[in-house]
Nanobody, 117 residues
Framework: QVQLVESGGGLVQPGGSLRLSCACS????????MGWSRQAPGQQREFVAR???????NYADSVKGRFTISRDNAKNTLYLQMNSLKPEDTAVYYC???????????WGQGTQVTVSS
């Protein structure tokens, strides 16, 4: 059974930092490109960051220079380090896994991030 479990969300003041984690099981982690997306209330889910199975990264313009995506293949875990957080970063953050060759796509249940003073 495939499971992607996000953690690390919470309430933080503007300018603060959070580190999200996504623990994966039931997949061969190194065979998957991994990513983070987010969905704010009343809005569509949007891309945040992606890391290939080889470690290449790309980011949404809105988070470039503030967020860092990384992965630990030995721990089957994806991370998102979020610095200089803004109120507009408030959303539910989801991790996803896309198989490098097959049409396999998995999503976690999400973790809430709230940036507010």
């Amino acid at each position: 059974q495939v499971q992607l479990v996000e953690s690390g969300g919470g309430l933080v003041q503007p300018g603060g930092s959070l580190r999200l984690s996504c623990a994966c099981s039931g997949i061969i982690f190194s065979f998957y490109h991994m990513g983070w997306s987010r969905q704010a209330p009343g809005q569509q889910r949007e891309f945040v960051a992606r890391i290939s199975n080889g470690g290449s990264t790309n980011y949404a313009d809105s988070v470039k220079g503030r967020f860092t995506i990384s992965r630990d293949n030995a721990k089957n875990t994806l991370y998102l380090q979020m610095n200089s957080l803004k109120p507009e970063d408030t959303a539910v953050y989801y991790c996803n896994a896309n198989h490098v060759f097959l049409r396999e796509d998995y999503w976690g249940q999400g973790t809430q991030v709230t940036v507010s003073s």
